[in-house]
């Protein structure tokens, strides 16, 4: 299938599509979703199978193109874990300070939806792939696009993005990734994903 491999070899497909899918199985949510408590979970909750399905479909295509990310050599490790916990801890400081109110907000995951006594595959499976998404698939699909692809491109559109060094600066794709994931988390994060 050298159709197949061809598109396995293509860099920026393998930057932006898990991203883009991601972000496509998101918006699905509102279209699928009834608020009526009396319809079945998968119309009144869609988010229990569009999360895992989010997850299995990003992960795929993260091991597929797996050969086309070039991380670099590692660096500062240390440094990268302290402002990661730094960062973290920006992420969540408004809430755990008191500066944002989210008692409001609704649309959450509910970890009750399905029942761990009458269900413990169905509930531990949903939590596990949860997990995974928050902590693997969503950082490395959003890493690759806004640092591994967009900050490159911005820097050098005309020739190879992907000649571009990983870590290269530019003001101009700074402000302008910078501006992005702070809208593209919008609403009540919009402040401290530009922050981070």
């Known amino acids: 299938m050298p159709e197949l491999s061809q598109f396995q070899r293509n860099k920026t497909a393998a930057h932006i599509l898990p991203l883009a899918l991601f972000l496509g199985l998101q918006f699905l949510i509102p279209l699928i979703k009834i608020e009526n408590p009396d319809l079945p979970w998968w119309r009144s909750a869609p988010e229990h199978f569009i999360y895992p399905l989010q997850t299995i479909v990003c992960a795929v295509l993260l091991v ?35 500066w944002q109110d989210r008692s409001g907000e609704t ?81 009540p994060d919009f402040w401290v994903a530009l922050v981070w």
């Open 64 to 98: 597929f193109w797996r050969r086309q990310f070039d991380f670099g050599k590692p660096k500062l490790i240390g440094f990268g874990i302290v402002f990661g916990i730094i960062g973290i801890a920006i992420w969540l400081a408004p809430t755990a300070l008191g």
């Open 107 to 187: 649309g959450g995951f509910d970890p009750t939806l399905l029942d761990h006594r009458t269900n413990p595959i169905g509930s531990w499976s949903i939590l596990i792939l949860r997990f995974f998404r928050l902590v693997v698939v969503v950082p490395f699909v959003e890493e690759i696009f806004w640092r591994g692809f967009l900050m490159r491109w911005l820097i050098d559109s005309k020739k190879r993005w992907d000649k571009v060094e990983i870590g290269t600066f530019g003001q101009k794709s700074f402000w302008i990734t910078t501006l992005m994931i702070g809208l593209a988390h919008s609403g």
